[in-house]
């Protein structure tokens, strides 16, 4: 089986799973507060959660949102911001459904990262950590894929976003390994320059830096955020 054939026949299975496990194929709201009227879907990660409160509550998420520690939200590495996901205490079996809204944990071997009030729905707040299984139960910003159903992340390069693709491939000219990539924003479509492929952020700064010396400037993002 050849290596395209295997991740399409992978890719088709994950959606036939996907959609007869009731997941709605459409973007929550973000002023949603209870998610308990949906069906969770299928089961797609296992591993160790944890959360966080205080040091970050009134602080900035991943996606731009105030940080509230007393919402149902939830910090994840790869899954789109907006996806609504169960996780269970597989200790005591409690459960309590969450948007994601945040990057992380970066701790090591942590899948998740629950809000307090989340944390406390499952007895986990004097643990500090606990074994869970997370199961999709609606669709955020993007479609779920193969890619982002697991706690795999990459990180580029930003150099420079351009309203006409005209700009943006002029300007591929003088960063050699650049690439174009069309982005939807705001109902328009901007040409954004990115720079490599990295699997921690460190080798992205450090890519960056390199960038620098070379009179370039840029930032680092994950990709698909």
């Known amino acids: 089986m050849t290596h395209f054939y295997r991740n399409f026949l992978l890719f088709t299975l994950l959606t036939i799973l996907l959609s007869s ?6 973007s929550v709201s973000p002023d949603r507060e209870d998610y308990s009227d949906l069906t969770p879907g299928a089961l797609i990660e296992t591993g160790v959660a944890s959360w966080y409160g205080p040091n970050f509550h009134g602080k900035l998420t991943a996606n731009g949102e105030v ?15 907006n996806t609504v996901v169960q996780v269970e205490n597989v200790t005591n079996g409690k459960t309590v459904i969450v948007r994601i809204n945040d990057r992380g944990p970066y701790a090591h071997n942590r899948i998740i990262d629950l809000s307090r009030k989340a944390a406390r729905e499952i007895d986990m707040i ?9 199961y999709v139960v609606e669709e ?26 005209r700009e943006a491939e002029n300007f591929l000219n003088l960063v050699s390994g650049a690439r174009v990539e069309p982005v939807p924003v ?3 479509t901007v040409y ?34």
């Open 140 to 165: 955020g910003d993007r479609p779920l894929s193969e890619t982002n159903l697991g706690s795999i992340e990459t990180f580029t390069v930003q150099l420079a976003s351009f309203k006409t693709e």
């Open 186 to 188: 705001a109902g328009e």
């Open 192 to 225: 954004r320059i990115y720079y490599g492929l990295y699997d921690t952020p460190d080798e992205a700064r450090s890519a960056m830096q390199r960038l620098r010396r070379q009179g370039f400037d840029g930032f680092v993002k994950q990709t698909q955020n």
């Open 67 to 81: 940080y509230n520690m007393d919402a149902m939200t939830a910090a994840h590495r790869s899954l789109p911001f």
């Open 21 to 26: 496990c009731g997941v709605v194929q459409r």
């Open 126 to 134: 004097d643990a500090g950590t606990a074994e869970v299984q997370i």
